[in-house]
């Protein structure tokens, strides 16, 4: 499926800000790209683009006392398969966990593993380890938040969302990653674009989300403990450890978000040879 996505993001200020955006998507689907992704400014500024030390694009600008608009437009291909399942896939023992994963089994921002390790061996213990585990702790996590737009809040950590029970996509992706990690399971939070293609009907803002990615067997596995069932049509921006390693944009300085407009969709103008 070729698929149509980007966005329309606007700030106002009243003074020069700089800002980190990350806003590309992830270099492991540029061979997919069926048009070239570039980010264009209004007013236009000087911009360059960096990979930071988890493999993400990130872009530095600066915005003028005018305000910015942040524009891209792109598409791309995708083989429209649902997440992969693997129920077999084994739990990796800590001894054997490559070095470059081990940093997604700490404590981070938003994950508290120090807050709720007792907890989860109290109710992922006795689980078989591996998959069963993993999808025992998205399970809980569906069940044990309601999602709620308004509810949402920056500064809500797993150890919140799951004592408040509410939360957006973000949220269920930290408590359920932080479980993870408190069961030995490395845990990596994944954003990037998510439609409703895979609906039959709209179920609401299904642009930008946020899911996360469990270190099992070998092999990276993409779970959503929002939906808890596979979907279709992801395409990744960024992974890190939590939402502060992949903001959307940082800045820094006084600015106000004044537009938030991101599109995901099928663009039927295009075709794929069979």
Known sequence: MLIRAGYDI?????????????????????????????????????AYDYVDGFGNICTRLTMPPTGITISCGFVIEDSFLPDVSAPEAIQVPLEQIPDDALHFLLGSRYCETDRL??????????????????????????????FDYTAARSTRTAWDANEERVGVCRDYAHLALTLCRCMNIPARYC????????????????????????????????????????????????????????????????????????????????????
């Open 117 to 146: 390790s007792d907890q989860a061996w109290a109710l992922f213990g006795r689980t078989a380890p591996g998959w069963s585990r993993v999808q025992a702790i998205c399970d809980y996590v569906h069940e044990r938040i309601s």
């Open 10 to 46: 606007a700030f106002a200020t009243d003074m020069a800000v700089p800002m980190l955006a990350m806003l590309s998507i992830h270099p492991s689907r540029n061979r997919d790209l069926r048009s070239a992704q570039r980010i264009f400014t209004q007013p236009d500024v000087t």
């Open 191 to 274: 954003t990037g674009y998510m439609g409703d293609m895979d609906f039959p009907a709209p179920i609401g803002d299904m642009d930008f989300s946020a899911w996360f990615e469990a270190y099992l067997d070998d092999t990276w596995y993409t779970f959503d403990a929002r939906h808890n069932r596979p979907r279709r049509g992801r395409i990744l921006m960024a992974r890190g450890r939590d939402a502060a390693d992949v903001a959307l944009t940082t800045t820094f300085g006084t600015a106000r978000l004044t537009r938030f407009d991101i599109y995901t969709d099928e663009d039927r103008l295009g075709h794929l040879v069979p």
